[in-house]
């Protein structure tokens, strides 16, 4: 048996943040939580939200306590804030970060037996849908708004531990291109290349089948068309890259991912990488470790990132083709894929076990042991 869990509602287009106010009165909604990230609120993304908010005499507060990694610290002190703000329902702006912060508060309301954010981790039994969210991104990467996994960083444990929980999918994503507008290039970059990574692993995951299939193919097509452009900061990249990432979510967060994304999270909570940068970094050369198991698939890869004659290619042709396509889209926009200065030597047993017992890892389409990660790891150093 095969599940898939979406958003009850989404929004597409230039512009459709605008829908927000309509939605809340509609549901009922009387008071907002506003969880974004303290730069967004800086530069003035958030306020882009708050102002419709204002201006449709709708009450809310706004908590930016989130780091790029966020931690179980930011977690707590979410959950304090939003007990004291009565408020009836979150509205999450930003990347991955601002998301995974409020999914977890959420679950915790809700289900307060879990407050030890920790006990969160793996698939929780959890009883109850989480807090209302209305998740708006502002990267076109992670496709938080779509699925049923946040990330919480452990700083004393120095680990990244992933949850799952279909609780907490977001009822409304509103995906508006003008909110990434302002995405600097190399943000850009990193969180498109994370959105490939997402539609690549998802279409090769053990748990893959025809309607994901459909999703990641589709998406990897977007990302591919779309992403030089996104990052030239071009309308129309802009708007691809924020379907592209939203219906390789759709695919992924029903199936799971592979061994790029377990090596990715244990960078980030051992060095702090943003997780978009560690995805790209890796991908290619997770791509060449899978291919003997991937069968027709990267010849598919291959074709929908624009490789012509991949019909009268042999097996091992088009997967070089597909592997050397990802690896082009990445030189373009400019994704250093290294890990130089970066993984410490004294570091890497211990970080490649960590990263094999990663929830990702399981997904790998291709057996890996502790030694075949700490192999990949090396071959970028």
């Known amino acids: 048996m095969n599940r898939f869990v979406l958003n009850e509602t ?66 707590q002190t979410g959950v304090a804030a939003f007990k004291e703000s009565e408020a009836d329902c979150i509205i999450a702006i930003g990347g991955g970060s601002s998301m995974d912060t409020s999914k977890a508060i959420g679950i915790i309301i809700t289900n307060p037996e879990f407050a030890d954010v920790r006990s969160l981790e ?29 990330v919480i960083t452990d700083v004393e444990k120095k680990r990244k531990f992933v949850c799952v929980d279909p609780h907490d999918i977001p009822i409304i994503a509103v995906v508006d291109s003008d909110m990434m507008s302002s995405m600097p290039r190399g943000l850009t970059a990193a969180t498109g290349m994370d959105a490939l990574t997402h539609a690549i692993e998802g279409y090769i995951t053990l748990g893959a089948w025809e309607l994901s299939d459909m999703f990641h193919i589709k998406a990897i097509e977007i990302i591919a068309r779309g992403l030089r452009g996104a990052v030239n900061n071009d309308p129309k990249g802009r708007e691809d890259m924020a379907l592209g990432q939203y219906v390789a979510g759709m695919g992924f967060s029903n199936v799971g991912l592979g061994v790029d994304h377990a090596m990715a999270h244990t960078l980030s909570a051992y060095y702090d990488m943003p997780h978009g940068k560690a995805c790209a970094t890796l991908l290619p050369t997770a791509m060449e470790f899978n291919a003997p198991v991937t069968g027709e698939k990267y010849r598919e890869i291959a074709r ?42 004294e570091d890497l047993h211990q970080l490649s076990i960590d990263a094999y017992n990663d929830a990702c890892r399981p997904g790998n389409p291709r057996e890996c042991t502790v030694e075949d990660i700490e192999a990949l790891y090396r071959s970028l150093m």
């Open 10 to 75: 989404s929004y597409h287009g230039s512009g459709c943040i605008s829908i927000i106010p309509e939605e809340m009165k509609n549901r009922g909604f009387k008071k907002a939580f506003v969880a974004s990230d303290p730069d967004l609120v800086k530069f003035g993304v958030t306020g882009k939200v708050t102002e419709l908010l204002e201006k449709a005499n709708i009450p809310y507060v706004l908590y930016s306590n989130i780091k790029p990694n966020p931690t179980i610290e930011n977690v």
């Open 304 to 345: 929908v990132m624009g490789v012509k004659g991949v019909d009268e290619m042999s097996q091992e042709e088009y997967r070089k083709a597909a592997i050397d396509a990802v690896k082009q889209l990445a030189n373009d926009v400019g994704i250093e894929c290294s890990l130089k200065g970066v993984v410490k030597e």
């Open 122 to 150: 793996g698939v929780a039994p959890t009883k109850n849908p989480c807090v209302p969210i209305i998740a708006v991104p502002t990267t076109a990467g992670t496709a938080a708004e779509v699925t049923i996994n946040y």
